[in-house]
């Protein structure tokens, strides 16, 4: 039983990371007012350059870093897209998409004569087990002997949270979601808030991409992200726009994960078809949301670009 | 109105400056080989790759013209097939059984041309232009799931599968088989991702199965199956094992990889097409390639870390399912 | 003075259009030169074997018909002012359902197709439902809903398939003849090609769609809870009532596509391992084609070009077909920057600062 909990546990914290970075990204872009639609692009072309720069440099560091640099250069063309030039903010993030995996596989095939997969990356981020922690029976294991990724996730929510509530930047992101004008009224620029709020979202979701090529696997391929981008936005609204909200609404996500891979170890299959136990994280999903959940309110200015000099 | 025609207008003047070529050469006379792959695409690490290794042995000993075009959705297989056909390929391979219907129809209308299929004998109703190939892996996987009941320890060992499927059922099948021919006693734990490309989840599943007391893992899930490998590769080697598929899978942990179970795709496609450039290709008829035909298989690298007395025993169990003393189920 | 201007606006999204289609192509080949291919060679591959054969002009067009149901579809719930991003999801249950009809259900030729193509819409309004009914009673943002929908629909079509359509095998055996939508005549016009009726269909749905947006008083009403929904609550209009029936039809036209597809031009069912993305192709082309009918027809088709060319591209001139994808982005990019409209902005010296 206690065997059972720690598995769960540890499926949860595996799936959970990625959305949680990801989820995060999304969180600065869309409570400054820009929609963002294209975290699956971040997180593809963070997975993508983080494999690619870890078997070039031999380093799993570099490999991190270079995703998280990418990524804000992949966030710039939805910048500039919704920010200046005033698009729909939707279709931009659609492009975003498109482009990330197509650029991704288009390379890969390129470097790697046709293949649709890159090498086996040659290092890996490693577990990094903290003392004594690791022994707390069920959490322990999962938690704390956890991928450097999982540790930046829980920090970056911490860190989220206190700069979006606590410093004037935070005050300014918020702001800039609800009521643009009066924080331009205010002398602040609304572009540059938004513009450092995109890069923000591009180098986190392309961090949570970058964990599941060179952390939980070890290559980038087609289907390494998988619509994970989109869980992560659905988290980001589940939980209503805030970091503890989608910290939890991420771990409730993997934890249905978790629930339904061990029905399978348990032999649940015996009695229900394996696929109806994969539907469990998408089905307690809609009912945690139709049950408990319950209206989401999206910022005031959500979506809608800001013209200089309008109220 | 306007709009349409404008647009339209645009089109022709691409298709004005960027030259009307295209239409298909016909090659007559030399031995031509085209080969269609399924969705998984042509470098998939498993059986397109296997099929495209043996088309270009033969280009290498036989000097043919080779050619290959990759399926990006299931209805491209039609076009793809019916695109060599046209150009009048001595033999168009089709590759997985995914492609099965779609060869049924093209082989119809392309009556006097030759094709064959790899993992699909058609329902039984073989045209008379082409080939089917098939494999026994559950006979492999006998011999996989005999190994994993001789090694293990804990006398419990894992199957992790991709969707659910009657293919990925036959090697479960075989693998249950062995294992219990091998070690009665021992215990198969069975995990399915539902996906054949989800590295994350075939991890999460191989570590519920290590967690709860699997000392080996057979996978038979795609690019799933590199979760395996990820997650054994973190673990104390000479403990925990993973036993890969279709090919030598031991560079993706080779102090973890106990073995893999082969399937000589490669070895198949090479055969019926030499054949066919001889004329001697079995059309209207399905071919299997088993542990008899050396079909299926392990590879050397298996000896790294299965002593002589245990691959022994595996030479015994082998003999026996090729005399037919031990019939390996290819169902649940 | 209202027309000058409506056809001002129409001139210079058609300009949009062009340029933004010129500019994705011109992106397309610097990122082929720039890897050591050449663009001529890749671009006329791509359209020779696109439409210069009649076979593969009928196929082009059949990979075209299932996207205009699909954009129609992502269009008409924008124009309501909702995401509906679980048009893939319809689009399975709306071909599994037509398969059952199908299979299942014994009718004479013709009625039997007919039957089977309304069953499937009706499935994929059915699969719309829940998101359009928990975003109008409960405020539940539809594009979750729709997204876990969509995995719902995938994992609920392969068990079907394993466990009840086709056990023991992979796929199920082909429907019936009475319930094909595909034409023996059709077909030789093309050179065997499966271009088949549903793109008669198609082009229906598109009229329908016009109609029903801009000539019936529902459809006035969904353009106006999708213009301003706070507005159309005030002028007495059901917002809830749009929502939900914006969902259905929206999903309705999913469905078509999944039940034309599977009528016409697969005719079984296959266990699938993962989404086929359609969706996300719909969702570019109701974008790229201004969710306007007509915009949505010339959007698909330049989709369907583009994709059933694109194999072609990497036989001739060995480019990878990802390429495409990068031309897709590229363009609807273009769109989404108005191209033209900065342009001419600023030629009068007045940029966006």
């Known amino acids: 039983m206690l065997n059972l909990l720690t598995n769960l546990v540890d499926v949860t914290v595996l799936y959970a990371t990625p959305l949680i970075l990801a989820a995060m990204g999304g969180l600065f872009s869309e409570r400054a007012g820009v929609v963002n639609i294209a975290l699956e692009g971040f997180m593809t072309i963070g997975a993508f350059s983080a494999a690619i720069f870890t078997i070039f440099t031999g380093s799993a560091w570099i490999g991190l870093l270079s995703a998280v640099v990418v990524g804000i250069l992949f966030s710039l063309p939805h910048a500039i897209a919704s920010i200046n030039w005033r698009a729909d903010q939707v279709v931009s993030g659609v492009a975003i998409n498109f482009l990330a995996l197509g650029i991704a596989v288009y390379l890969v095939k390129r470097m790697y004569n046709g293949s649709a997969q890159t090498p086996v990356v040659p290092v890996k981020l490693e577990q990094i087990s903290i003392p004594i922690l690791n022994r707390i029976p069920v959490l322990g294991p999962s938690l704390f002997e956890a991928y450097p990724t999982t540790y930046l996730a829980i920090a970056i929510v911490i860190i989220g949270a206190v700069i979006l509530y606590k410093t004037p930047f935070g005050i300014h992101v918020r702001a800039a979601g609800i009521h643009p004008a009066a924080l331009e009224t205010a002398g602040v620029s609304i572009y540059r808030v938004r513009y450092i709020a995109v890069m923000i979202s591009g180098a986190l979701a392309a961090l949570g991409g970058a964990g599941l090529s060179i952390a939980v696997g070890s290559e980038f391929n087609q289907t390494t992200v998988a619509g994970q981008g989109f869980i992560a936005l659905a988290a980001l609204i589940f939980g209503k726009w805030r970091p503890g909200g989608l910290l939890l609404a991420a771990t409730f996500f993997g934890f249905s994960v978790g629930l339904s891979l061990i029905g399978q170890i348990i032999k649940l299959t015996n009695y229900v078809p394996s696929e109806v136990l994969s539907m469990i994280p998408y089905v307690f999903t809609i009912l945690a949301l139709a049950g408990f959940v319950g209206r989401a309110e999206s910022p005031a200015s959500l979506g809608k670009p800001y013209e200089k000099g309008s109220r | 109105m306007r709009r349409v025609l404008s647009v339209f207008l645009f089109l022709c003047l691409v298709v004005g400056t960027t030259g009307c070529g295209g239409g298909g050469q016909t090659t007559t006379g030399k031995f031509t080989i085209g080969m269609v792959t399924d969705v998984g695409g042509l470098n998939d690490q498993s059986f397109n790759q296997s099929a495209w290794a043996g088309i270009t042995k033969v280009k290498n000993e036989q000097k043919a013209d080779i050619k290959a075009l990759e399926s990006k959705r299931d209805e491209d297989y039609i076009p793809n097939l019916t695109r060599f056909a046209r150009e009048g390929r001595s033999i168009t391979w089709a590759i997985g059984f995914k492609l099965d219907k779609a060869l049924t129809d093209v082989s119809n209308s392309f009556a006097n041309q030759k094709f064959g299929i790899v993992d699909s004998n058609l329902g039984g109703k073989i045209p008379k232009n082409v080939v089917a190939v098939t494999f026994k892996e559950h006979e492999g996987s006998f011999i996989m799931g005999a190994l994993a009941g001789l090694k293990t320890k804990t006398n419990k060992v894992g199957f992790l599968g991709g969707v659910t499927s009657p293919l990925i059922q036959k090697f479960e099948a075989g693998y249950k088989a062995g294992v219990k021919a091998a070690n009665p006693n021992a215990e198969v734990i069975t995990a399915y991702a539902e996906s054949f490309g989800d590295a994350t989840k075939g991890r999460s599943l191989s570590k519920n199965m290590f967690n709860s007391g699997a000392d080996i893992i057979f996978q038979a899930s795609g690019g799933t199956g590199k979760g395996l490998f990820d997650e054994v590769k973190t673990r104390e080697a000479g403990k925990y094992w993973a036993i890969g598929v279709d090919m030598d899978q031991s560079f993706l942990a080779p102090k973890h990889t106990l073995s893999s179970m082969i399937k000589r795709v490669d070895k198949a496609v090479y055969d019926i097409s030499k054949q066919t450039k001889e004329n001697k290709a079995p059309m209207g008829k399905q071919v299997e390639f088993g542990l008899k035909e050396n079909g299926v298989g392990y590879p050397e690298s298996t000896k790294n870390f299965v002593d002589e007395n245990v691959i022994k025993q595996l030479e015994d169990y082998k003999q026996q399912i090729i005399s037919g003393k031990i019939k390996v189920p290819s169902s649940l | ?353």
């Open chain 3, 1 to 353: 003075m209202k027309n000058t201007t409506l056809k001002q606006n129409r001139n210079s999204a058609l300009l949009t259009s062009i340029l933004s289609i010129l500019l994705g192509i011109i992106v397309g080949a610097i990122l082929m030169l720039l890897a050591g291919y050449n663009p001529l060679v890749a671009y006329q591959a791509l359209l020779g074997s696109a439409i210069l054969q009649p076979f593969d002009l009928g196929e082009t067009i059949r990979t075209t018909s299932p996207l205009i149901f699909i954009g129609l579809a992502v269009a008409l719930a924008f124009r309501t002012g909702l995401f509906n991003i679980g048009v893939e999801g319809q689009y399975i249950v709306g071909s599994l359902t037509a398969y059952l009809v199908a299979a299942k259900v014994s009718l004479p030729t013709g009625i039997h197709a007919l039957v089977a193509v309304v069953a499937g819409g009706l499935a994929g309004a059915a699969w719309a439902a829940l998101p359009g009914l928990l975003k109008a009673f409960r405020g539940v943002h539809e594009v979750i809903i729709s997204i876990m929908m969509n995995f719902i629909a995938l994992y609920f079509s392969n068990v079907l398939v394993r466990t009840w359509l086709a056990v023991g095998k992979d796929s199920t055996d082909k429907i019936p003849p009475t319930a094909s939508l595909r034409i023996g005549s059709l077909s030789q016009l093309f050179a065997g090609a499966r271009i088949h009726m549903g793109i008669i269909l198609a082009l229906l749905a598109v009229f329908v769609f016009y109609y029903l947006l801009w000539k019936t008083k529902l459809g006035y009403q969904l353009r106006a809870v999708g213009y301003n929904r706070h507005a159309a609550e005030y002028a007495g209009i059901s917002v809830r009532r749009n929502i939900v029936l914006s969902f259905l039809l929206s999903g309705f036209l999913a469905g078509l596509a999944g039940a034309t597809e599977l009528l016409g031009t697969s005719e079984y069912i296959a266990i699938q391992d993962a989404f086929i993305g359609i969706g996300f192709d719909g969702i570019a082309v109701a974008l790229l084609g201004a969710n306007a009918p007509v915009g949505v027809v010339l959007s698909a088709l330049l989709f369907g070009v583009l994709t059933y060319g694109g194999g072609n591209m990497q036989f001739v001139a060995g480019v990878p077909f990802e390429i495409i994808r990068v031309v897709f982005a590229a363009i609807i990019f273009f769109v989404a920057a108005k191209i033209s409209f900065r342009w001419g902005n600023r030629k009068k010296g007045k940029a966006y600062a």
